[in-house]
């Protein structure tokens, strides 16, 4: 049976998503009414869960992702306003 399609998840906080980066989910980050949201494709759910139940992740990993996913604010800004 194929793997049913999860709808994404929208988020704000760049930190929550940056460690979702770093657990391999693919992550967007879009603009609307000026504010920034991040598009979350996976199941966020089950990593959230690993998250607080404190599962272990390379603290180097979320730190990189973390980066990045500030970055893409930034970047998706100087975009938006050319």
Excluded: W
């Excluded at 991040?38 to 990189?64: F, P, W």
């Amino acid at each position: 049976m194929a793997k049913e399609m999860q709808k994404p998840t929208f988020l704000e906080d760049s930190i929550i998503a940056g460690i979702l980066l770093a657990k391999g989910h693919k992550i967007t980050p879009v603009v609307k009414d000026h504010r920034v949201f991040y598009v979350v494709e996976g199941d966020v759910e089950k990593s959230l869960t690993e998250i607080y139940t404190n599962q272990l992740i390379g603290c180097l990993d979320v730190l990189r992702s973390i980066k990045t996913t500030r970055s893409m604010i930034f970047n998706l800004k100087a975009g938006v306003q050319r």
